[in-house]
């Protein structure tokens, strides 16, 4: 079983930044994939961002050019800052691992940007 833990969200500004981060109970090295998820009240979970474990970084239409996914792999952490924040980006943002053919989770952390 993985344990992931996600921390730094909370309440921002329009144009304001945050960064997200996400403690694992394993070596995040051996995993394939970690990644950030959001969903906002109403809507089907999405992908924000992901980085291998050779880190290749794939993200969603909406979060190019703001934010950034990154690893520390002595720490078992994953990163995601987030840049030019807008209401729109208002959600709920999980934590997600890839180990072999499993998928974990965290359990999240809101993150409201105000107008």
């Known amino acids: 079983q993985v344990q992931l833990v996600e921390s730094g969200g909370g309440l921002v500004q329009a144009g304001g930044s945050l960064r997200l981060s996400c403690a694992a109970s394993?070596?995040?090295?051996?995993?394939?994939?970690m990644g950030w998820y959001r969903q906002a009240p109403g809507k089907q979970r999405e992908l924000v961002a992901t980085i291998t474990s050779v880190g290749s970084r794939n993200y969603a239409d909406s979060a190019k050019g703001r934010f950034t996914i990154s690893r520390d792999n002595a720490k078992n952490t994953v990163y995601l800052r987030m840049d030019s924040l807008k209401p729109e980006d208002t959600a709920v943002y999980y934590c997600?691992?890839?180990?072999?053919?499993?998928?974990?989770w965290g359990q999240g952390t809101q993150v409201t940007v105000s107008s």
């Open positions: 394993i070596s995040i090295f051996s995993t394939r994939a």
């Open positions: 997600n691992a890839q180990v072999d053919l499993l998928s974990f």
